[in-house]
């Protein structure tokens, strides 16, 4: 049976565990993030596409489904800002904790514009766009 304990102990070790591969193979390296989002080093872009292409083949294999929804007005600009952050600030939302982990500081700031993007991203929301939350909870 499974306990709330053991699945959140589960969770903290493989958080760990990708983490510590994710600091160790670059991916939490500011240096390597922009190489690859310059395309001056194509490794990491490879390393993405053969980890989408191996979710498609498992997906397929589990015959995991999308579920029916539609996709709101605030998909488009939402991952374009989520790409532009994401390619100025070095990483996205879990990277600068690896960073961190791996005493980077800077990512403090990063960290820091996460959580007032958040807020910001609510606050508009809720005066201006109204647009359903969907899954994401915003």
């Given at each position: ?113 996460i ?16 647009l359903?939350r ?5």
């Amino acid at each position: 049976m499974r306990t709330r304990g053991a699945i959140l102990a589960g969770n903290v070790v493989a958080g760990l565990m990708l983490g510590f591969t994710v600091a160790n193979i670059g991916f939490g390296d500011y240096t390597q993030l922009n190489r690859m989002f310059t395309f001056q080093d194509l490794r990491m872009l490879f390393s993405f596409a053969g980890a989408v292409a191996i979710l498609i083949v498992v997906f397929a294999l589990l015959r995991v489904r999308r579920t029916p929804g539609r996709i709101h007005a605030g998909v488009v600009p939402g991952a374009v800002m989520f790409g532009a952050g994401w390619a100025i600030s070095g990483g996205c939302p879990a990277i600068p904790i690896v960073q961190l982990a791996t005493g980077y500081l800077p990512a403090l700031i990063t960290i820091a514009g996460i959580a007032v993007g958040i807020r910001l991203c609510r606050w508009a929301n809720g005066k201006y766009f109204r647009l359903d939350r969907g899954s994401c909870g915003l």
